[in-house]
């Protein structure tokens, strides 16, 4: 029986499942192993089958409830390859044949180390893409991305990569994009060409985690992150039509655009999905977890309670409100207040992320390029934020 208050239930669409609770790597950032999150030490190394026949129920229950009829299932880690191909082929099969006619759409994220040929033909038999974490180059990426032998990983990542391409046109047709850890000792610039020169044409700058409880590792202030980011924007953006796809920008310019962003990163809605740890707990994003205490407890599990809690039980609404500060920011629309674990002070989430100057100093770049790149007939609302806002520089 279920001790948890029944609040408004939540349509979500997205389940990020944790399907291996281990990783091959030990990278010295990971939210997971090395920002103070044990959770995973007691939880199943590997999901179960009856977690995954549970999901099922519950994602068949949910859709009936909200009229859905297609759901997304990000498989994650840990390294969700550990799984092994027979196994995560099952859990597949498995769950579209359970949730049937529902259509599953299957994302995943590796760190790319145990990709081969057979892992890129089950990836397109069940039509999914897949992103690799590449954080740039192996002299400076080695100094975080390691394995667990102490030795780094990205030479022996590129070097798969380059044997994957060899062999056809699979590895770039299905891999979605690069997600890349900002590590300031680069130039933004600089980094935004070595991924073109490496030949990716998608990728993702995630800002390290950490708050004003629990700093990035190797924190020294602001700034780095400032200038690396306004680097890697004014390299993108001189690149006109050849630009890569880099999300963090795009989604920034189009917020400027009155398109809210989806990107958790911009403080998007944390309560269209969930996370589903392998002992079938339900909680919020997995680092939300890095904050501790009342945040890193599991008060939902796929056995007891239905996925629509998930936004109520842990008061996602409140949480994500953006603080004074931010709603009387000109650049709320772009930046969103920032990714809710960064905005953390040991109790609460009332602050803008602990990035804020970066942030907001990208926003006024973004800004200025569009204002003096855009002829203003082409937007018909002149209270959008485009116009309204200030310029500082
Ligand atoms: S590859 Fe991902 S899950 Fe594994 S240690 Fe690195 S950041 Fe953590
Ligand atoms: S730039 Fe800073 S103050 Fe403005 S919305 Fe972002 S985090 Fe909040």
């Known amino acids: 029986m279920s001790t948890v208050a029944r609040g408004a239930a939540q349509a979500l669409d997205w389940i990020v499942l944790k399907v291996v609770q281990r990783c091959n790597l030990n990278c010295t950032y990971c939210y997971v192993y090395n920002r103070g999150d044990d959770s995973w030490k007691s939880r199943p190394p590997i999901i179960t089958d009856a977690v995954v026949d549970q999901l099922a129920a519950r994602i068949v229950a949910h859709c009936a409830r909200h009229g859905l009829n297609a759901f997304v299932i990000e498989l994650h880690g840990g390294e969700p390859l550990l799984l ?30 145990l990709l081969d040929q057979e892992w890129l033909a089950l990836f397109d038999r069940n039509a999914m893409s897949f992103g690799i974490s590449l954080d740039g180059p192996p002299e400076v990426a080695d100094r975080f991305r390691i394995q667990r032998n102490g030795r780094g990983s990205t030479q022996k990542l590129l070097d798969k990569i380059r044997t994957l391409r060899a062999a056809g ?22 980094l935004v060409q070595w991924f073109i020169d490496n030949g990716f044409d998608a990728f993702e700058f995630l800002l390290p985690d950490g708050n004003y409880a629990n700093y ?39 917020g400027f ?50 996925l629509d809690l998930h936004a109520s039980v842990y008061q996602l609404s409140q949480l994500q409100r953006p603080c004074a500060q931010c709603q009387a920011c000109p650049h709320l629309a772009s930046c969103g207040g920032g990714y809710l674990p960064h905005r953390f002070d040991g109790s609460g989430f009332d602050h803008p992320s602990i990035y804020c100057q ?17 002829p203003p007939t082409l937007l018909s609302d002149p209270t959008c934020s485009l116009w309204t806002a200030d310029l500082a520089e």
């Open 84 to 113: 092994g191909k027979r196994r995560m082929q099952r859990l597949i099969d498995t769950l579209r044949a359970r949730t049937a006619p529902i259509t599953l759409r299957f994302i995943l994220q590796t760190n790319g180390l």
């Open 169 to 190: 046109p699979d590895f770039d047709r299905l891999m979605g994009s690069i997600l890349c850890v900002v590590n300031p000792a680069l130039h933004g610039g600089k």
């Open 257 to 306: 655009m009155g398109i809210k962003s989806p990107l958790d990163a911009l403080g998007g809605d944390l309560r269209r999905l969930c996370v589903v740890e392998s002992d079938g707990s339900i909680g919020i994003s997995d680092v939300v977890r890095m904050c501790g205490g009342e945040f890193a407890n599991d008060k939902l599990n796929i056995f007891r309670h239905p």
């Open 216 to 254: 990035p590792q190797g924190w020294t202030g602001v700034a780095p992150y400032r200038r690396f980011l306004l680097e890697a924007f004014d390299a993108w953006y001189a690149l006109g039509s050849h630009a890569p796809q880099i999300r963090l920008f795009e989604m920034m310019m189009l």
């Open 358 to 374: 970066a942030l907001y100093a990208l926003a006024e770049r973004m800004l200025r390029a569009i204002r003096r790149d855009l």
